[in-house]
């Protein structure tokens, strides 16, 4: 077999090697989060590792096969040991836990020292197989490049080759690999792969008389191109240089794209792959395209500047268009089905639509740059090793800079801005210094193009943070995007962390709601009853309760519930500082958890946590967000519950929620995987149909009736219950649905959750667009059961005890549910009532059905102002205000109860009242239009009185 007839399928070879080559990236980023923590800093360190070993291995892989040795057989052997060392990895990782989780216990508060240590080890890991990836270009480039005219040509094909691999694994790791065969096997048959590459490589090159002979086809330098040296002039370093800037910025570009798709369309693996498989298909379309052309260019300085021009062109052009991406979401789910399938492709379309064109100028700046700098095939390996290390470096300062720097500091619309301004500067450098134009295009057409970019960025109006942190990607919260459109709520907390956009919101109900990636993960309305039980029920069960640990911060709700417990000392874990921030306007409602002295606040991933510490708890809350976001499902798995089981003092208790967004077998192998560690197990139904809790122990437990009226009867924690409608030990046992001898029998025969088969990350995302939440309450029911027995008596005679047994013995299932769904249902119709009788002018009418729902619930706030309005038109300004006032006590954060007083105070004559109210409602919404027009009437107003 000839070198030339052997060509075609190196080409394939080196599809199947990108292919691979991606699956290891995305699957070494899960094993390793694993361990590390699923943080951005996390995978920043396991993606800087990777790149930095790629970029290692092509520029030393590049100059070792200029020296010597075949380059086919080189490649062989590169890829036998990849293959090899892959399937190794994970026996690597469990080698390296004692190493993270010394690092973990001694360096925790040192970061940077703790970063540089865990990089070390990752390095440690992964640094063979990424170099070994990393020399396969130079080195097959070598290969395949027989004149030294067409090096552009055939190394950027041979690239472009390998990236449409990257892009078939970007895709199919996640929707077909990992999905169906799990992550073990999914690493099997990569490494499988690069070992059959080698092996029929170096079986075709034995069947060959003597082997390939090195360069049987090779065209000889002419004279003039031997004249060159080879090392590279000055001049092509600086293309270097600015092709790693451009690295650079097209990973910024990705972080941020990342960030802004995941507030838009969803944080799940899917979303992921997609964005991951359309920025990697933009890329190899624009190489193999660029491939052909850059035979027929002859200032190649002036096309490397255009592609920068073009990128930062086009990517400020698509820059706006993210803002509309939840309209388009809406329209999606209004037009079309909301099957999974056709909703993803939905997300490729609006992927691809933002990104191509941006990608593909990305892409096609690889053969142009190859064609400047490797002109010589004896040198040919060790220059295009040299372009690809640049460019590597590049992306590993992007990856720092986007992710760490740019975004918390300036936001995801500046971060953009801030590539786009790189990529023009860069392109306008080339221009400029490009001898194959004119000097009157540098002097009139290259500053016209910067002004008219300049003007055109000035131009862009910032995106509405109330209508892209609306959970537009949710079908059920397309209601919350009609809200974000109308301005009709508040918003009091946005910020862009390094891991997550959190969002706290105010509705006019008096509702407060935080979002994180647009995912409303806790609030004042239903929210309350998993928030406070999480905390509350766990307590009881256990009275050695000394050291207890909290997964996931939220509202604050349940660490306050915890508060109310004699413990020692309790450990916070929460992933986002962002959330802790965005919490806060919680206090109120959760008794200012965070400025408890027991309460010790760790900023790290709660598996991670779990992994890595030492330290044991008596009782452990695990209250994460949804497992269908990628890697939160790792807190949901029976591997995860066996490392909690080890963190457990002796009669420790765990409490898991979980939510029924999801399908019935789903729902079932979380329990399965729960009760497989945990055999004494108690499933509490905390919203009908929604939330359920999951309450386990290695030992019995049961529900202290002494220690539970104590509970009741407190003043501060009794109001707590009350709240959900819990005012005795009736109400809170008929939150009880099954215990342990139920529980097997419906979990039957379903599949167990394991960090393998992943089944909630890969199965849930599903699930938000169909719902099938009635399948899983109607196979809850015939499992539901009565304990009587589950309640324990330390000092009740025991006549009363049986007393207490009898009555619990006629329990029906989540009585205090229907009845708090009932009295919500009569609050409603009062409020309709109201309504009609004030679109009537029939205030008075209006105000008796309000009074009638303050009877009900004496702190309903929208009532409260609705009846501070009818007092107001009434002229009845001192009751108007009283009611005004009260919403403000019930929640200082009540903007509309400020802005109300303000209008009051304007109507009484009072523009120092007003202003004063305003400027309250200001300290809140300092950006918002509406409190601003306030402002601006109360000063007109006062400059006339003055």
Not at 893 to 906: I, K, T
Request: proline residues 4%; negative net charge.
């Amino acid at each position: 077999m000839k070198p030339s007839r052997f060509r075609i399928w190196i080409f394939v070879f080196f599809f199947v090697s990108g292919f691979t080559g991606l699956i290891y990236e995305v699957v070494w980023t899960r094993l390793l989060t694993q361990v590390l923590g699923n943080t951005h800093y996390s995978i920043a360190t396991v993606l800087t590792t990777f790149m930095a070993g790629l970029a290692l291995g092509s520029y030393f892989g590049g100059r070792f096969v200029d020296r010597k040795g075949d380059p086919l057989v080189m490649y062989a052997v590169l890829e036998g040991i990849i293959g090899i060392y892959c399937f190794l990895i994970p026996h690597l990782i469990d080698f390296g836990l004692p190493l993270f989780k010394s690092i973990y216990t001694h360096f925790r508060d040192d970061y940077m020292l703790a970063s540089l240590l865990r990089f070390g080890v990752c390095a440690v890991i992964l640094i063979i197989p990424a170099s070994f990836m990393g020399a396969t270009l130079p080195v097959l480039g070598k290969f395949v490049s027989g004149d030294p005219r067409a090096i552009g040509r055939d190394v950027g094909t041979l690239y472009a080759m390998n990236t449409f691999g990257a892009v078939v694994g970007a895709f199919a790791s996640a929707f077909v690999f990992m999905r169906l065969f799990g992550i073990n096997a999914t690493i099997w048959i990569a490494a499988a792969l690069n070992l059959a590459i080698a092996a029929l490589i170096l079986l075709s090159i034995r069947k060959e008389e003597g082997g390939f002979p090195r360069w049987t086809e090779t065209r000889e330098d002419t004279p003039g191109e031997k004249a060159g040296a080879a090392s590279l002039p000055m001049e092509l370093w600086v293309v270097l240089i600015c092709f790693g800037i451009s690295g650079m910025a097209a990973l910024i570009y990705q972080v941020a794209w990342n960030r802004i798709f995941s507030l838009l369309l969803g944080s799940s693996v899917y979303a992921f792959s997609l964005i991951l498989t359309t920025f990697i298909l933009g890329l190899a379309l624009g190489t193999v395209v660029f491939a052909r052309l850059v035979t027929y260019f002859k200032e190649l300085k002036v096309v490397f500047g255009a592609l920068q021009v073009g990128i930062g062109f086009s990517a400020l052009v698509a820059l706006p268009f993210f803002g509309d991406i939840p309209l388009f979401n809406r329209w999606v789910y209004l037009n079309w089905n909301l099957n999974f399938g056709t909703v993803q492709w939905a997300n490729f379309l609006i992927i691809f639509a933002v990104m191509f064109i941006p990608t593909f100028c990305m892409g096609g700046q690889f053969p142009v740059v190859v064609r400047m700098v490797a002109k010589r095939l004896e040198t040919l390996g060790s220059h295009v090793g040299s372009a690809y290390a640049s460019n590597t470096v590049g992306t590993i300062f992007g990856s720092f800079v986007g992710g760490f720097l740019l975004i918390p500091w300036i936001g995801i619309q500046n971060t953009i801005l801030f590539a786009i301004i790189l990529n023009m500067l860069l392109g306008g450098f080339l221009l400029a210094t490009s001898p194959g134009l004119s000097l009157n295009f540098k002097t009139y057409i290259l500053p016209g193009v910067l002004v008219l970019f300049v003007l055109g960025a000035q131009d862009i109006k910032a995106w509405d943070r109330a209508v892209i942190s609306s959970g537009s990607y949710m079908p059920y919260r397309l209601d919350d995007l009609g809200k974000a459109l109308d301005d009709r709520n508040k918003i009091l907390f946005y910020e862009e962390g390094i891991h997550t956009t959190v969002t706290t919101e105010l509705g006019r109900t008096g509702n407060i709601f935080l979002r994180v990636n647009g995912k409303t993960d806790a609030s004042l309305a239903m929210d309350m009853r998993t928030q406070l039980l999480s905390g509350y029920l766990p307590m009881l069960f256990n009275r050695q309760r000394e050291q207890v640990l909290v997964i996931g911060q939220g509202s604050g709700v349940t660490l306050g519930a915890v508060e109310q417990f004699p413990a020692k000392e309790i450990d916070l874990v929460e992933i986002s500082p962002s959330v802790i921030e965005g919490s806060r306007f919680f206090e109120p409602f959760n008794h200012h958890a965070l400025e408890d002295e027991r309460v010790n606040l760790i900023l790290q991933d709660g598996r991670n946590h779990i992994t890595l510490t030492d330290k044991k708890y008596d009782v452990i809350i695990s209250e994460p967000s949804n497992p269908w976001i990628s890697g939160i499902g790792a807190l949901f798995t029976v591997d995860f519950f066996r490392l909690v089981e080890q963190r457990l003092n002796p009669g420790g208790i765990v409490c898991i929620w979980t939510h029924t967004n999801m399908s019935p077998e789903n729902f079932k192998s979380i329990s399965k995987a729960f009760h497989s560690v945990f055999p004494y197990v108690t499933m509490w139904e905390s919203i009908v149909g929604d939330d359920y809790l999951l309450i386990g122990s290695k030992d019995d437990y049961s529900l202290p009736y002494e220690e539970a009226w104590r509970i009741l009867d407190n003043p501060v924690t009794g109001k707590d219950l009350k709240r959900l409608g819990i005012e005795d030990i009736r109400d809170l046992m008929g939150l009880l649905i099954m215990r342990q001898d139920r529980l097997q029998d419906f979990i039957g025969d379903a599949p167990m959750h394991t960090d393998d088969n992943s089944l909630l990350e890969f199965g849930a995302p599903e699930y938000i667009y169909k719902d099938e939440r009635h399948l899983i309450v109607r196979q809850l029911t015939p499992h539901f059961k009565v304990y009587p027995d589950f309640v324990s008596f330390s000092q009740l005679p025991p006549a009363e005890q049986q007393a207490v047994r009898r009555q619990l013995s006629t329990l029906e299932r989540s009585e205090v549910q229907v009845k708090a769904i009932k009295r919500t249902a009569q609050i409603d119709q009062y409020l309709d009532q109201a309504v009609a009788a004030v679109e009537r002018g029939a205030y008075e009418q209006a105000a008796n059905n309000y009074f009638k729902i303050l009877e009900i619930d004496p702190e309903h706030i929208l009532t409260l102002l609705n009846l501070g309005n009818i007092y107001r038109e009434l002229r009845e300004y001192p009751k108007a205000e009283e009611a005004y006032r009260k919403t403000i006590q019930i929640n200082p954060y009540y903007v509309y109860g400020y802005m109300e007083l303000g209008r009051l105070s304007l109507l009484r004559g009072d523009p120092e009242g007003a202003l004063s109210s305003l400027n309250e409602a200001r300290k809140w919404v300092p950006d918002d239009p509406e409190v601003e027009r306030l402002i601006e009437l109360a000063r007109e107003h006062k400059n006339k009185v003055s």
